[in-house]
């Protein structure tokens, strides 16, 4: 589309064009760590208010476990924002992910046979997500929202609108059981964090991704697969996402249509924390990891001061407004 | 009759002369509920015995959506109206339409208080889940006197928002501490049950071995905060109300620290209303109380096997 | 067929008997025959012709919006022709996309595009294909050794780790030139690569084309300095209205001859007679500061065109810019017409004053790309074709059919979107736009880069017709002789001070130059 | 900020960058009225299914009831999609404007007093997103997303969770009263989509708005100021929305803090659809009402063609993708 706005809604580019490069003074450098200092604001804040309980280990290990599936999806938005795009499917492809795995279950099948049925879910997804953005060439916000409506009719139909349970063990430890008294989701999602941090630096891949987010008609023209590439971005980020939603089934021991639908807002805003974190303004798993503990972070400490619900929900975003504030001062200009 | 936009006085509900069919609209907005489902299938074959005409409208939630359709087809006349699970307070614009065509409203589970919206409303007994639930509490306990008990609520919904806070006045009233100062909240249902874990989790780190018990308003809710004090190692109970299958599995495992659900009795709460719907068909007649609050059942492991779920009630 | 000079191995070294003369016989690397293409109604290309040999360096030559770029897009597989063949090394190919061209050997380097600003410079210089990798896993320590090479071949000292963002206008064109040399092209093509670099980077870009020449890579460059060509090139190819006119030796060509080929018509002499400045002073400004800025002062009067000058990066589109409210002065005071303008005073407040800026970079800064070219020129204007808020169609109307047919700009409509506009028109829009507002002061930032011949003798006679109504025009320039040209008189800003000031009429190339060295007065 | 990539999440630029202008014949010419060929071919499919019930005059007016609400939002989400931004907290400031109408109904205040608290509501919260976004320089997707979060969370607030009723008459005619047998939202949607369209259209702030939307670099070089702007942008949006929240307060004679939330969705689908409508791919009023009309369409056919809920969920994301697709043909490109 040529004649679509150069300008981003979402990404801020507010005054300084080609020409004005900013200046990066020593404390300003500092302070592009904003979004680090905000977390370590946080984490300080709730340790004074309950230095008895915020930094034990079970505390430690509670926040990593509720922030664990989470944090998968982040890693899918993450893959799907380095290239410039956004993936309003992910939450909702989890669940369905979830649902399927639990409807086979329900039905009897083996747990090899729900696992990669729910994955192969989340990868068609993926493929459908990425068929429609880079050869149909539709706005990836448009295509997602739409997917994402269809993915959560088609979790209510796989769960015919109630909630499945009663799963195998076999499959629930997946989500509950703990090694060295670590629950496995929390080293699935370490493990999953690296690979796709790996992936985004070292490879290929990772690195045509980062240069389409950067600019895609440079990439294009630098003779980079734009569309093969936009196209892998949304099948793993699909299958990412599916991964979370099974783990998010065997956590809970239960599957359903709407389950974890939060993970979408919370993934977002977890990859645009993160972007404050980098020099370059781009989505980065380093950073993503630190916006999910931010988020993390937050929600637990608020429960543990005995917050009402309500007023956590307004501290919340005040806190993500003053904590990507912080670090985008580093880039204010005239 | 043929219903209040044409005239008729609908007083005279009765289909005597005119040979039309009896017109019933019937709207639920929480059709993508195991129990909304339920009630969408049951009334629907209730009709077709009864020969009415029947037009079900479902709303999703969406009252945006829903409310216009009700309605337009109440201005396009009707002899009643039937509301399913839909609370008083979602629907005004609604009653204030049926009021205009002079077209009465049945109601299963609309609302806990008695009002002159509805020529009838019958629902189940929040005092009684209440007063079951936390006996239930008690009796394991073996008395509330300085026990911890969390009450997890869910403020949008009515009957969840009384029966919590209908129950934490009586486990004050025992002598029972309430968990955090107050009622926790639960802000979506369909995160009801990672909130609930969350925030007995969360609770329990904080004050290690500083519950008892946690009561809370609804199954899907009542399973996360029992995974989260099983994963605590707490030794503290959960309640929880609706009797979904899921619920009853856990209270009959034995295993899980939910130990009681309520059993709405939403089938024959159904056919009370339908029957009323009946009686104003053949003479107009309206109920004489506009509320009812049935009982319900406290399922626990001894009477578990013998409820039916209440997401299988179809079935 | 295709045997004769094709270099041994792309690596090597090789001084392959490929001298200029000598390659004038062989057969053709790229040959591109009757290529047609057109764009909604619009016939970029029509028979346009191009065949270029390994071993020379292959002028393409046109007025803005002759086709060359396009013709350059469909033989780098960015566009699929309408008609015509394309031939490499004697066999006929058709490219499906960018990255069938460059394995084919043909890279090139596109116009007004240069760098993912986001990721570091040795990724700029390695993009695409040219990424060491084994296996798909990047080795960046390779990365960063290759880029280096590159970059030094170009003589560039860039940290390889910096965001490519961050470079100066000046060092992204040359990551972009870097990235078309490591390809390992044997067909390389240059569009306008040297429209935003100084002497310095052209200097070192020549000696790396000269010696890819000399490896048997055939060069396809396009530029709209004429000095550069005949210095540079080999053969020449001139195209017109997307036709092929004429291909020959340069050697066998002069400068005028070139210049009314592709016009099609006598340009005239270049820069019009100078005029007389009145006495009047419209903007003087003393002890300017800024980022870069450092203790500006001079004062320019109605009438005067004030040429600025100095290498890239001394200051002077800042100065411009800070004169224009588009960025914050530090300290030092501005006065148009008599009146000291706050040091808060953005761009609204500027163009009241009367101060206008058109900017440095036309894609970005100067015109919305995808709007039409009304919409452009009424940007700049809201407030005059307003009254109480409501912008009045009719007044608006009046000022774009005056820019239009004032400034003879080219386009079916002026309904049509300025991004499908030659690049000429594309800054005679930017100028209409500006010019509406009737400023006092105009201040042009390079209002010449990247425009062909014809139309830049149009851009100086515009510039003398607003002197000689009174405008004071301060305008950028990094060419020498066009800002000995357009000028009456020439600042030279060194390391953000003004280093020298000369009188256009006796001004020398080389005393500006070593003002631009920040050297005193040599004389 | 300079080193942010170029690159649009959320708006596609797939294909054809600065360079590659596309091509466009008459055949696609006559496409790029293909969102508008949509929705005519959906009104015909359910016009062919149900010619006795679907475009009676009831249901017409049925239809248009339901989405003038919706369309109301929209026209908000457009002005701020125009700047080339997005607000992610239109729906969530019209719940948390109607509760506060309904809060003070509820404790006995005059209608008008309740009304302009309501709007005072939503200006503010305009007002708010637009400085985080204009003068603090967040990311407009990032600071409406928090500053949703917060809405949400006051709204519950407010309504202490619970749904507000019981309104005076006086207020619920806003919503329910008619006019020569039309609802009265109809009317507001129709007036509020006018003026908002001569705004967009014949005022300076309006070819202000269109202009950062195109290249805000651009813009402001050109004399626009910029900040201001899009600070009015945002405040207009906000002004909207909390105007749609009453009349759905009034509507539905209730509020409560989620009442609407799903107009966020919608309302972005609806400014996206309407964006395929013209040929530079900005979002404009016209487009905005067509889209709107698609959405409202498709759940009223659906609907009366008693499609299970389920199934009409997959269907809608179906068919906007296929709305979308149809249209976005037209730009495809090489
Ligand atoms: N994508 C496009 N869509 C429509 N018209 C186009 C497109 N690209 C180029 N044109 C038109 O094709 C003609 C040739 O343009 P081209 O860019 O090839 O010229 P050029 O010789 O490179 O000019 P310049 O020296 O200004 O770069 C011009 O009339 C231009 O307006
Ligand atoms: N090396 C650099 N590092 C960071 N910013 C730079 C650098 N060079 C230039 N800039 C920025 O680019 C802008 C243009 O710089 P300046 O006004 O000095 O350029 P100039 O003299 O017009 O030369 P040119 O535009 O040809 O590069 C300024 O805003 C300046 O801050
Ligand atoms: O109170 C009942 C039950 O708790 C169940 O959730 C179904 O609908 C509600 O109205
Ligand atoms: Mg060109
Ligand atoms: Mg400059």
């Known amino acids: ?334 | 009759g043929c219903g209040g936009s044409s005239g008729t006085d609908a007083g005279s509900g009765g289909d005597g002369g005119s040979g039309k069919p009896f017109k019933v609209i019937a709207f639920t907005s929480g059709n993508q509920t195991p129990i909304g489902a339920w009630w969408v299938k049951q009334v629907q074959a209730d009709a077709k015995a009864n020969g009415w005409d029947l037009t079900m409208i479902q709303g999703d939630f969406d009252f945006q959506k829903m409310n216009p359709q009700v309605e337009s087809a109440i201005g396009q006349g009707a002899d009643a109206i039937f509301d399913g699970y839909t609370d008083v307070a979602s629907i005004s614009s609604i009653v204030t339409a049926a009021k205009d065509s002079d077209i009465p409203i049945f109601a299963v589970d609309a609302g806990t208080e008695a009002n002159d919206a509805f020529a009838l409303n019958v629902t189940s007994n929040q005092q009684g889940i209440a007063d079951q639930t936390v006996q239930e509490i008690s009796k394991q306990l073996g008395g509330l006197q300085g026990k911890n008990v969390m009450v997890i609520g869910h403020d949008p919904h009515p009957g969840i928002r009384m029966r919590a806070s209908l129950a934490e006045a009586e486990l004050k009233k025992a002598g029972a501490n309430i968990a955090g100062g107050s009622i926790q909240k639960v802000k979506s249902p369909a995160t009801g049950r990672t909130e609930a874990l969350a925030l007995v989790s969360d609770y329990l780190t904080a004050n290690p071995g500083g519950l008892d018990a946690v009561w809370v308003g609804w199954d899907d809710a009542a399973l996360g905060a029992a995974q989260g004090v099983s994963e605590s190692g707490s030794k503290a109970i959960v309640t929880g109300c609706d009797a979904s299958s899921e619920a009853i599995a856990a209270i009959q495992s034995g295993t899980s620290p939910l130990v009681a659900t309520v059993e709405q009795p939403w089938p024959s709460v159904n056919k009370t209303v339908e029957d009323a719907i009946l009686a104003y068909q053949k003479d107009g007649t309206k109920p004489s109380e506009t509320f009812d609050a049935v009982d319900t059942t406290l399922v626990t492991k001894d009477n578990a096997a013998s409820i039916t779920p209440s997401d299988k009630l179809g079935s | 067929m295709t045997l004769m000079t094709e270099p041994a191995e792309p690596a090597s070294t090789t001084t392959a008997a490929a001298a200029p003369a000598a390659a004038a016989a062989g057969p053709f690397a790229l040959e591109a025959r009757d290529v047609s293409k057109h764009f909604d109604g619009v016939h970029a290309l029509r028979g346009a012709q191009l065949a270029v040999r390994p071993g020379e360096i292959h002028a393409l030559l046109g007025e803005n919006g002759a086709g060359k770029s396009t013709l350059i897009k469909v033989v780098t597989g960015v566009y699929a022709p309408d008609g015509g063949t394309l031939v490499r090394d004697g066999e006929e190919v058709q490219f499906t996309g960018v990255r069938a061209a460059n394995r084919a050997g043909v890279v090139a380097l596109y116009q007004e595009l240069s760098i993912i600003p986001s990721i570091s410079v040795a990724e700029n210089v390695l993009l695409g294909e040219q990424m060491p990798s084994r296996g798909g896993i990047v080795s960046w320590r390779s990365m960063r050794q290759r880029a280096r090479v590159h970059l030094e071949r170009l003589n560039q000292r860039i940290p390889l780790g910096m965001l490519a963002g961050e470079l100066s206008p000046v060092q992204q064109t040359m990551v972009s030139v870097a990235r078309a040399l490591a390809t390992d092209a044997k067909v390389l093509i240059l569009d306008e690569p040297t429209a935003s670099l100084t002497d310095t980077e052209i200097r070192e870009l020549f000696v790396v084309l000269r010696s890819l020449r000399d490896e048997g890579v055939a060069i396809v460059y396009v530029s709209h300095r004429l000095e550069e060509v005949f210095e540079l090139c080999d053969r020449l190819t001139i195209m017109r209205n997307g036709s092929h006119i004429t291909t020959r030796d340069v050697s066998a060509s002069t400068i005028d001859e070139v210049i009314s080929t592709m016009v099609g018509r006598d340009p005239g002499s270049l820069y019009p007679d100078r005029g007389t400045a009145t006495e009047q002073v419209t903007i003087s400004v003393s002890d300017l500061q800024g980022r870069r800025v450092k203790d500006v002062s001079f004062s320019a009067r109605a009438g005067e065109v004030l040429g600025i000058g100095g290498l890239a990066g001394s200051g002077r589109s800042e100065l411009l810019r800070i004169l224009a409210g588009a960025q914050k002065q530090t300290s030092g005071t501005i006065t148009v017409a008599g009146t000291t303008v706050s040091m808060r005073a953005a761009v609204p407040q500027m163009l009241e004053a009367g101060v206008a800026l058109v900017p440095e970079e036309r894609r970005s800064q100067g015109v919305v790309l995808g709007a039409t070219i009304r919409d452009n020129i009424a940007l700049a204007n809201i407030p005059t074709v307003s009254s109480a808020g409501v912008v009045s169609g009719a007044r608006i109307s009046t000022i774009v059919e005056r820019g239009m047919r004032d400034l003879q700009i080219k386009a079916h409509s002026p309904r049509q979107p300025v991004g499908e506009l030659s690049g000429g028109n594309q800054q005679k829009v930017v100028l209409a736009k500006m010019l509406a507002r009737r400023p006092k002061v105009l201040l042009m930032d390079e209002p010449t880069r990247g425009i062909d011949v014809g139309t830049k003798a149009e851009i100086y006679r515009l510039i003398r017709q607003l002197a000689a109504g009174g405008t004071t025009v301060i305008a950028v320039s990094s060419e020498l002789p066009e800002l000995i040209g357009m000028s009456d008189r020439v600042l030279i800003m060194h390391e953000g001070r003004v280093s020298g000031e000369v009188d256009a009429a006796d001004a020398d190339e080389e005393v500006l130059l070593s003002y631009c060295y920040g050297k005193a007065d040599v004389r």
């Open chain 1, 1 to 334: 589309m040529t004649a679509t706005p150069t300008r981003n809604p979402g990404i801020e580019d507010t005054s300084a064009g080609v020409l004005a490069v900013p200046r990066r003074s020593l404390g300003q450098r500092a302070l592009s760590g904003g979004t680090v200092l905000a977390l370590v604001a946080l984490v300080l804040f709730f340790f004074a208010m309950r230095p008895d309980v915020f930094l034990t280990f079970t505390n430690v290990r509670n926040i990593l476990y509720q922030v664990s599936i989470l944090a998968i999806i982040a890693v899918a938005q993450t893959v799907v924002m380095v290239v410039g795009d956004f993936d309003l499917s992910v939450a909702a492809t989890s669940s369905l992910s979830g649902s399927v795995a639990g409807a086979l279950l329900t039905a009897g099948q083996s747990v090899t046979v729900a696992v990669l049925a729910a994955v192969a879910v989340g990868l068609a997804i993926g493929l459908v997500n990425g068929l429609l953005v880079a050869y149909l060439n539709l706005s990836a916000f448009v295509a997602t929202l739409a997917s994402m409506t269809s993915i959560v009719g088609a979790a209510y139909l796989v769960t015919q609108g109630t909630t499945l349970f009663n799963f195998p063990a076999g499959f629930t430890q997946l989500g509950q059981g703990r090694l060295l008294n670590i629950p496995m989701p929390v080293y699935l999602a370490v493990l999953i964090a690296l690979v796709a941090w790996a992936v985004l630096r070292f490879t290929t891949i990772g690195r045509s991704w980062y240069a389409i987010g950067g600019n895609v008609e440079v990439a294009r023209l630098s003779g980079i697969s734009v569309r093969r590439s936009r196209l892998l971005a949304f099948t793993v980020a699909g299958l990412v996402a599916g991964i979370g939603g099974i783990l998010l089934a065997a956590r809970l021991g239960s599957s359903s249509a709407v389950q974890g639908s939060d993970n979408l807002m919370f993934s977002v805003a977890a990859v645009f924390l993160g972007m404050t974190v980098i020099r370059s303004g781009a989505a980065n798993l380093g950073g993503t990891v630190i916006g999910v503990a931010i988020i993390g972070v937050m929600s637990n400490g608020l429960n543990i001061l005995g917050v009402n619900s309500y007023v956590q929900q307004v501290v919340t975003g005040i806190i993500i407004i003053a904590a990507v504030t912080l670090s985008s001062l580093k880039t204010r200009s005239r």
